[in-house]
């Protein structure tokens, strides 16, 4: 039975993920760098705003920082409890997730990668996807509370595995990205009505989730939102093309669009939404996608 649920790290994700915890359980410890934070979470949901040192005396510990770096740095002196389970919904690097599960094995405690897609509305409706890499006995322990914002929850493999698939699916997601930027600026070149065949595409063979999501609802209309920074996207397709070169793969494509994506990402302020890439191709074609 899961007692106690902590949350660390209230960003854009993470903030709405912490949010379902107090629907399936009494206590949900919260906590922030930015601690004014933590307590507007729990005058907002009835959460419990505590030091990093209490938090981690929960059963089940979620994180969800910008790297895995920033959740090592945490964890360097911290005692967690006997038997907890820390559920690291950061996009992080695979390499990081074994380490961190030998250290915290070492602890008594499991650690487990469990990056999340679906975006913040996704986080607010409690329908994200989950992908964990690590001991199956936490996983299992560790599911009900993940249940509380996730939908489809899937165990893909060993420490790592997680952050290798979220790694991979946003990286297919920039090769999208590049592509419909490329595409619609050559036919706003020749002159065809975008939102016209934008929805011939979305009912074709050519539609993903750019094309039925992001274009529409960020970049047609000009509003680029900010719900996941270009700068974190330019990071995860950096540790997809490093597991590419590790595993000593030719990856012509993700290699073009990690380049591109890193470009981009250098070009824009570091607050800039992931969609805002697009702007780079119209810089160079002085074609407006609208």
């Given at each position: 039975m899961i007692q106690s649920v902590a949350f660390i790290g209230l960003g854009a994700m993470g903030y709405r993920m912490a949010a379902h915890l107090p629907k399936q359980f009494d206590?949900?410890?919260?906590?922030?760098?930015?601690?004014?934070?933590?307590?507007?979470?729990?005058?907002?949901?009835?959460?419990?705003?505590?030091?990093?040192?209490?938090?981690?005396?929960?059963?089940?510990?979620?994180?969800?920082?910008?790297?895995?770096?920033d959740v090592a740095q945490l964890l360097e002196n911290l005692s967690l409890k006997s038997g907890s389970v820390w559920v690291d919904c950061t996009s992080g690097v695979?390499?990081?997730?074994?380490?961190l599960a030998a250290q915290?094995?070492?602890?008594?405690?499991?650690?487990?990668?469990?990056?999340?897609?679906?975006?913040?509305?996704?986080?607010?409706?409690?329908?994200?996807?989950?992908?964990?890499g690590g001991d199956v006995q936490g996983f299992e322990k560790a599911l009900p509370a993940m249940q509380a914002f996730g939908t489809l929850?899937?165990?893909?493999?060993?420490?790592?595995a997680g952050f290798a698939v979220k790694a991979v699916n946003n990286m297919l997601m920039a090769v999208n990205l590049c592509a419909v930027?490329?595409?619609?600026?050559?036919?706003?070149?020749?002159?065809?009505?975008?939102n016209e065949a934008l929805d011939c595409i979305?009912?074709?063979?050519?539609?993903?989730?750019?094309t039925e999501t992001v274009l529409p609802q960020r970049i047609l209309n000009r509003s680029f939102p900010v719900t996941f920074a270009l700068p974190l996207l330019?990071?995860?397709?950096?540790?997809?093309?490093?597991?590419?070169?590790?595993?000593?793969l030719s990856a012509p494509v993700l290699s073009l669009t990690q380049n591109l994506i890193q470009a981009a990402s250098d070009l824009s302020d570091?607050?800039?939404?992931?969609?805002?890439?697009?702007?780079?191709?119209?810089?160079?074609?002085?074609i407006t996608i609208e």
């Open positions: 206590t949900v410890y919260v906590w922030n760098r930015n601690f004014d934070k933590a307590e507007q979470h729990a005058a907002e949901y009835g959460t419990q705003a505590v030091t990093l040192e209490q938090a981690v005396q929960a059963d089940i510990i979620f994180s969800c920082l910008p790297t895995s770096a695979p390499d990081s997730a074994q380490t915290l094995a070492e602890r008594g405690a499991i650690f487990l990668d469990a990056p999340v897609s679906g975006q913040t509305i996704g986080a607010e409706n409690g329908t994200l996807t989950v992908m964990v929850i899937k165990h893909v493999g060993e420490s790592g930027a490329e595409g619609f600026t050559t036919l706003k070149a020749h002159g065809v009505n975008l979305n009912a074709s063979s050519g539609k993903s989730m750019v330019a990071k995860d397709t950096g540790i997809a093309i490093d597991l590419a070169r590790e595993a000593k570091k607050n800039s939404d992931f969609s805002s890439a697009v702007k780079m191709y119209e810089s160079w074609s002085n």
